[in-house]
């Protein structure tokens, strides 16, 4: 099983499970389709942007000259 190194990646990682189970909460227990349909919709977006800021910090730590 890979470990994981970077500490952006292991937060990452928690979030998007985090909000995973979220989603799920959601789809069990949400007996409203416009209200499931919105809530899920913003699981997504909250998605997005973990990945958008995960992928923006490791490409700021590739150009670094260190």
Known sequence: MPVIHARETAIATAALVAILFVALFFTVTTVN????????GSCV????????????????????PA
């Open 33 to 40: 389709l416009p209200l499931l349909a919105m809530q899920l």
């Open 45 to 64: 977006t909250l998605g997005l942007a973990v990945v958008c800021a995960w992928v923006l910090s490791r490409f700021t730590q590739l150009s670094d």
